[in-house]
T-cell receptor, first 113, second 110 residues
Framework: ETGVTQSPTHLIKTRGQQVTLRCSSQ?????VSWYQQALGQGPQFIFQ???????GRGNFPPRFSGLQFPNYSSELNVNALELDDSALYLC????????????FGPGTRLTVT | GQSLEQPSEVTAVEGAIVQINCTYQ??????LSWYQQHDGGAPTFLSY????GLEETGRFSSFLSRSDSYGYLLLQELQMKDSASYFC???????????FGTGTRLLVSP
């Protein structure tokens, strides 16, 4: 069973640029969530996709957008990057049933300069 | 709104028992989860409580009191490898959004 994978592992971008992060969910999982984790903080919920539809969103501006594909893999897109977007971006997948265990990928470390 | 409070840091010695508390305020509560995260690593699932009471999984136990909006993670027979950050997280109703606390850094010394 393959776990959650994310690419790239590290990324450096300039303020104002756009970035796309990718996530492959664990086999059998139909729900993918994205989180932003700043240093020393807990993961902050960005949004969640269930069967290719966004069905929940946290307090993030519209320049954070995403997609989920028929194979349940997912993308996170961030436009007009700001310095504060520098963080670890985590993808997590799960099924829609209890115990709602999230399986996290290793994350993408994004640095905005 | 939603908020979760945990102690920022806890220290203990190998072999000891430590309890990490979590109080939460939220609307639409499904249950309380606990995750462990080592430095540079991804969070990994430890436990989930939907009902009041204690859930035991090996050296780790988790407790929930819904009426008190309170839970804790109990770690027994501490080992050096338990040094990590521990997050409580509330699972909300609706679209089952997981909201994390700010985390407790556990330092285990010899």
């Amino acid at each position: 069973e393959t776990g959650v994978t994310q690419s790239p592992t590290h990324l450096i971008k300039t303020r104002g640029q756009q970035v796309t992060l990718r996530c492959s969910s664990q086999s059998g999982h139909n729900t993918v969530s994205w989180y932003q984790q700043a240093l020393g903080q807990g993961p902050q919920f960005i949004f969640q996709y269930y069967r290719e539809e966004e069905n929940g969103r946290g307090n993030f501006p519209p320049r954070f957008s995403g997609l989920q594909f028929p194979n349940y893999s997912s993308e996170l897109n961030v436009n007009a990057l700001e310095l504060d977007d520098s963080a670890l971006y985590l993808c997590a997948s799960r099924t829609w049933d209890p115990p709602y265990e999230q399986y996290f990928g290793p994350g993408t470390r994004l640095t905005v300069t | 709104g939603q908020s979760l409070e945990q102690p920022s840091e806890v220290t203990a010695v190998e072999g000891a028992i430590v309890q990490i508390n979590c109080t939460y305020q939220t609307s639409g509560f499904y249950g309380l989860s606990w995750y462990q995260q080592h430095d540079g690593g991804a969070p990994t699932f430890l436990s989930y409580n939907a009902l009041d009471g204690l859930e035991e999984t090996g050296r780790f136990s988790s407790f929930l009191s819904r009426s008190d909006s309170y839970g804790y993670l109990l770690l027994q027979e501490l080992q050096m490898k338990d040094s990590a950050s521990y997050f409580c997280a509330v699972l909300n109703t609706g679209f089952q959004k997981l909201v994390f606390g700010t985390g407790t850094r556990l330092l285990v010394s010899p």
